[in-house]
């Protein structure tokens, strides 16, 4: 199942996308967009759905870090709202805090590169980190839950 991560910003979107099996997330582009203006770069989104074969979105969810909601959040959920509207396809949120933090100390300690190319650079990787933080709650979730329906059935039979 190929899973789409969305960094929504006012001007960007990052993306990333799992691989066919739902294990690992990569950063696939960033997406300029104007909030202003009204313009989400949904096309560009249509395209990339069409080519993956995407069947769900996550979209990053900006909390603050004392766990309260503000407009970015607002922002993010209009634009999930938006996306299931588009596409019928499920939209999960996943919190983000420190998540652009963390790509951009990824980028400067792993990779050093200049704050320049960064930019470029940094909402592709926050939508990977969130996909991938997805995925790996997900997962922990589904084997949760199969220990425990085998684990019935065993107690059952």
């Given at each position: 199942?190929?899973?789409?991560?969305l960094?929504?910003?006012s001007?960007?979107?990052?993306?990333?996308?799992?691989?066919?099996?739902?294990?690992?997330?990569?950063?696939?582009?960033?997406?300029?967009?104007?909030e202003?203006?009204?313009?989400?770069?949904?096309?560009?989104?249509?395209e990339?759905?069409?080519?993956y074969?995407?069947?769900?979105?996550?979209?990053?969810?900006p909390?603050?870090?004392?766990?309260?909601?503000?407009?970015?959040?607002?922002?993010?959920?209009?634009?999930?709202?938006?996306?299931?509207?588009?596409?019928?396809?499920?939209?999960?949120?996943?919190?983000?805090?420190?998540?652009?933090?963390?790509?951009?100390?990824?980028?400067?300690?792993?990779?050093?590169?200049?704050?320049?190319?960064?930019?470029?650079?940094?909402?592709?990787?926050?939508?990977?980190?969130?996909?991938?933080?997805?995925?790996?709650?997900f997962?922990?979730?589904?084997?949760?839950?199969h220990?425990?329906?085998?684990?019935?059935?065993?107690?059952?039979?």
């Amino acid at each position: 199942m190929r899973i789409m991560g969305l960094d929504v910003g006012s001007k960007t979107v990052g993306v990333a996308i799992s691989d066919p099996l739902g294990f690992t997330a990569q950063g696939l582009e960033i997406i300029q967009i104007n909030e202003e203006q009204g313009q989400f770069g949904f096309d560009r989104v249509k395209e990339l759905v069409d080519t993956y074969k995407v069947e769900r979105f996550v979209v990053g969810l900006p909390k603050n870090m004392n766990n309260t909601s503000g407009p970015r959040v607002e922002a993010s959920q209009a634009y999930g709202a938006k996306l299931e509207e588009l596409f019928g396809l499920p939209v999960d949120y996943q919190d983000e805090r420190l998540t652009t933090v963390a790509a951009e100390r990824m980028l400067i300690e792993q990779a050093d590169i200049s704050r320049n190319k960064r930019k470029k650079v940094i909402d592709k990787l926050a939508a990977q980190l969130i996909l991938q933080n997805y995925i790996e709650n997900f997962n922990i979730k589904e084997r949760l839950c199969h220990t425990i329906i085998t684990t019935t059935t065993k107690n059952v039979n």
